[in-house]
């Protein structure tokens, strides 16, 4: 077995059981993940600063609105829901439908760019 | 027999179309007229509050890009004719403030807040600013992202004008990500790469 496919074998693997781990699976790529984030979502968004949104660091397995200081909606601040890979994907086919109420009109139309999208950020874990 | 359904067809077709611009209307004639047209329903069913949160987010996305560039500014990295396009753009930025501002008053909706200079800076990590080139990329990046988020809630619009807006933002943005990417020597965007 060459290094390459140890590496490749070892974020496999890494990515299973953290999706395990979570108790949901995520079977996305973290790598194309990050572009589509990077692409997509980073108008708004950030890893570690709420701007527009909450940051997402550690947004996988998070209780909804619970951001320290950022200005949730009411639908997000009373939501009874914890952000898994299923819930994830809910909210990004449609919030809308998912949180009636809530404040973001960007959804995520193409399952396996979810799937990716969802992959990257449960790879972005708490500090 | 088959003569018949087809115009019975186009009659529905018709008459729903006539009914989609009816609804549609609503907000758009109140738009108009510059009355509050919170409790407009679209063709859809949605209320007109909807499309005013998401023209919120919107809003306060300007806010943020008004800001990076008052940073950009600031930050004395860029030469006068860079800076004097990074001002023409921010006022670009100042423009489609207004008018969301506007168009969220006349939906009845209150506009967001712009936060303070130093709540942006934090949020967008100006620290990490050390060159021109760094700067451009920055505000490069930040106008990208806009052209995808404007092309992303389009389809989130119940109402066809609002829609209409948000496109002509993402055509602003797109001018001013193009303008950035050719002062950094990149290559122009290829076709259909925008909002993907």
């Known amino acids: ?127 | 027999m088959i003569k018949h359904q087809q115009s019975s067809h186009d009659t529905s077709r018709r008459r729903l179309l006539l009914r989609g611009t009816t609804a549609l209307s609503a907000t758009a004639v109140a738009l108009l007229a510059g009355v509050p047209a919170k409790a407009a329903k679209s063709a859809t069913g949605q209320d007109a509050s909807r499309d005013a949160a998401v023209l919120n987010t919107a809003l306060a996305l300007e806010h943020e890009a008004i800001n990076a560039y008052t940073l950009g500014a600031q930050s004395k990295l860029l030469e006068k004719p860079v800076l004097a396009v990074a001002l023409k753009f921010q006022g670009d930025h100042k423009a489609h403030r207004d008018r969301l501002v506007s168009v969220l008053k006349t939906l009845g909706a209150t506009p967001a807040e712009e936060k303070t200079l130093a709540v942006y800076a934090q949020a967008l990590d100006v620290e990490k600013l050390k060159s021109q080139a760094d700067v451009l990329d920055f505000a490069a990046g930040l106008e990208h992202g806009a052209v995808n988020a404007y092309l992303g809630i389009i389809p989130s619009f119940a109402d066809r004008p609002l829609a209409k807006l948000a496109g002509q933002l993402a055509a602003d943005e797109t001018e001013h990500f193009v303008v950035l990417s050719q002062a950094l020597g990149r290559e122009l965007p290829a076709p259909l790469s925008f909002g993907v």
């Open chain 1, 1 to 127: 077995m060459s290094v390459r496919d140890a590496r490749w074998i070892g974020a496999i693997s890494m990515t299973l059981v953290f999706g395990v781990a979570r108790g949901s699976p995520v079977t996305g790529s973290v790598a194309r993940g990050k572009e589509l984030y990077e692409s997509r979502c980073t108008a708004c968004h950030s890893l570690d600063h709420s701007r527009i949104g909450p940051a997402h660091r550690g947004v996988f397995g998070r209780h909804a609105g619970q951001v320290a200081g950022f200005d949730y909606s009411e639908a997000l601040r009373s939501a009874h829901v914890t952000w898994t890979a299923r819930s994830l994907d809910r909210w990004l086919t449609d919030p809308e439908a998912f949180l009636p109420g809530q404040k973001m009109g960007y959804s995520v139309a193409d399952a396996q760019d979810r799937a990716d999208i969802i992959s990257f950020l449960a790879s972005a874990e708490a500090r």
